[in-house]
Nanobody
Framework: QVRLVESGGGSVQAGNSLRLSCDTSGVTFMSYSIAWFRQAPGLEREFIGRIREIVGGPLEYADSVKGRFTISRDYAKNTLDLQMNSLKPEDTAVYYC??????????????????WGQGTQVTVSA
């Protein structure tokens, strides 16, 4: 059974860092793409980045977070981590991890992913 659990959220001041972790129990990295999304109040869920399901699959990021956010995987712990540096108030959102087999056209869309975690809140103050 696929189960995704995010952790590591919290409140920080702008310029600081946070590291989120997604426990991907029941998911094998070679079966699904695993992605990070975020959703701010009143806005649609926004793609952050993903790791593809193929062995050695590349990481892909949204332009809005390139250079500040880094996704990494830990095969031993079966987790996908999101390192967030130089945080800004506009990064405030609920952060979700998701798993699925998106088409090329749906990689950056929430509809491309079947399984979701419950989310973890990140609040960045000015």
């Amino acid at each position: 059974q696929v189960r995704l659990v995010e952790s590591g959220g919290g409140s920080v001041q702008a310029g600081n860092s946070l590291r989120l972790s997604c426990d991907t129990s029941g998911v094998t990295f070679m079966s699904y793409s695993i992605a990070w999304f975020r959703q701010a109040p009143g806005l649609e869920r926004e793609f952050i980045g993903r790791i593809r399901e193929i062995v050695g699959g590349p990481l892909e990021y949204a332009d809005s977070v390139k250079g500040r956010f880094t996704i990494s995987r830990d095969y031993a712990k079966n987790t996908l981590d999101l390192q967030m540096n130089s945080l800004k108030p506009e990064d405030t959102a609920v952060y979700y991890c998701a798993a699925g087999r998106p088409l090329d056209s749906t990689v950056a869309l929430a509809s491309g992913y079947r399984y979701w975690g419950q989310g973890t809140q990140v609040t960045v103050s000015a």
